[in-house]
């Protein structure tokens, strides 16, 4: 398929139809030549004369004769694809519609069905003939349809990746019972955009009239209206969807020097969450400080990624939020709790955040909330204390390696941190220097 697109210059669904009506085709062919040879050897057979003075009493001589090939089911898909009046997209439509032989299907059943199907082909598009193909196939096989809607429910997927400008992108696969119903979805939000029903009801219409003077594109509004239906779907059931932790977007700008309150360290950062959720409050030196509580904001980034926000995102969403000051030392401490509390705070959580980016670990790139934090000094074992300074924020899969395999984590006088390995995988345990993904701290230092 890789080859076909790079030689077609296609798309990869396109590929995908050429290749398997390439395998088709080969299927074809390879039966008809089988068939033509052993037409021709059992011509060649009967033409050979008997042999003159054999004994009586000896049998007939015999040679092997090829067996027959019997054609594939769906060699006539083949035959009018030569021809020409048949598309390739037609001839897809049709072996995928029908379907595989299994114990209840046989190939003679199939043929029956195909050679309907391909009377009524010239008069259906591709979509048209494989809806037609896969109702004949259900009627012929009404036992394989719930191990069919099962293989469908199985399929399905939703996946998210990053594109390199910070954006994300979504692709997904759902079974017809739920795609159906995130169709009816999309129909009632986009309607009036697509020729929908016309409405009689004032409030209806007024909607309506709304949504098709609305500036943005129907592509645009549909995203917004995902991203509003997964809101409201968290806030309503946050435990049940998101477990205990409550989906957030944390956005981070570097206050400026001049604006630092009194009894501020230089080094300050603000934050704001994106989503509404349960965020800390500010402290309490910014709360008796509200003229410098609040400054004019910076541009700044979004947690866990290098992509930038612009001053008026920022304060947009702090109308919503608030802030949360976060302030370190020229060693990075801030909140400190000492051993009055083992688990982190959500404060010192995002102090962490800010501070390390993420995992760590050499060559991990999971963001602050895909981490758990880590005591470098034990809690139990070494009486350690939950202290900024003490705390190093790691994926879970690189929190259990650094546990089981006995690593060690260490913090020098000048506040760097350093990974050690154990003996055996490093008989010199040679200290790997861990350095901070935050690229906010990054640009500021």
């Known amino acids: 398929e890789d080859l076909l697109q790079s030689i077609s210059g296609s798309s990869r669904g396109d590929a995908a139809k050429l290749f398997a009506v390439g395998r088709l085709l080969s299927e074809t062919d390879a039966a008809e030549k089988a068939a033509r040879e052993a037409a021709d050897a059992k011509k060649l057979l009967d033409e050979i004369p008997p042999l003159d003075g ?32 048949l598309s390739v997209e037609k001839a897809d439509s049709l072996r995928k519609g029908l379907g595989d032989l299994d114990r209840a ?38 036992a394989g349809i719930a191990a069919r809607e099962k293989a469908a429910y199985d399929d399905r997927s939703l996946r998210f990746w990053r594109l390199h400008t910070g954006q994300v992108r979504m692709v997904g696969l759902f079974a017809p019972e739920d795609g159906e119903y995130l169709m009816s979805t999309y129909d009632a939000i986009t309607s009036p955009r697509r020729g929908g029903v016309r409405f009689v009801d004032k409030e209806q219409a007024a909607w309506a009239k709304q949504v098709q003077d609305d500036p943005r594109t129907t592509e645009q509004l549909t995203a917004d209206a995902f991203l509003a239906l997964m809101r409201l779907g968290v806030k309503a059931d946050p435990k049940r969807i998101a477990g205990s932790r409550s989906p957030a977007v944390r956005m981070i700008t570097i206050r400026p020097r001049s604006t630092t309150p009194a009894g501020f360290a230089p080094r300050g950062t603000t934050t704001t969450d994106a989503a509404p959720t349960e965020a800390p409050s500010p402290t309490a030196d910014a709360a008796a400080n509200p003229e410098t509580a609040s400054p004019a904001l910076q541009p700044g980034v979004i947690e866990g990624t290098a992509v930038t926000v612009a001053a008026e995102t920022l304060e947009r969403n702090r109308c919503d939020t608030g802030l949360l000051d976060v302030t370190f030392d020229d060693h990075g401490h801030g909140v400190d709790l000492g051993r009055e509390q083992r688990t982190f705070s959500p404060a010192q959580r995002a102090a962490l955040a800010l501070r390390d980016g993420g995992c760590m670990w050499p060559g991990c790139d999971r963001p602050p909330s895909w981490t758990e934090t880590h005591h470098i000094q034990h809690w139990k074992e070494d009486t350690g204390q939950t202290n900024l300074d003490q705390g190093i924020l790691l994926c879970r899969g690189d929190h259990l390696r650094l546990h089981n395999e006995h690593w060690r984590i260490t913090r020098d006088d000048t506040g760097g941190y350093w990974l050690t390995p154990p003996p055996g995988l490093d008989p010199e345990q040679k200290p790997i220097p861990l350095t901070s993904r935050s690229e906010i701290l990054r640009d500021d230092d």
Do not use: M, S, Y
């Open 105 to 142: 299907i046989t190939p003679e059943k199939l043929a029956t069905a195909l050679a309907r199907l391909l009377t009524e082909a010239r008069t259906l598009n591709a979509d048209q003939l494989f809806k037609r193909a896969r109702r004949v196939r259900d009627v012929l096989d009404e």
């Open 54 to 85: 054999a004994a009586p009493d000896l049998p007939p001589l015999e040679l092997p004769v090829p067996p027959a090939a019997v054609p594939p089911w769906h060699a006539p898909i083949g035959r009018d694809l030569r021809e020409g009046w």
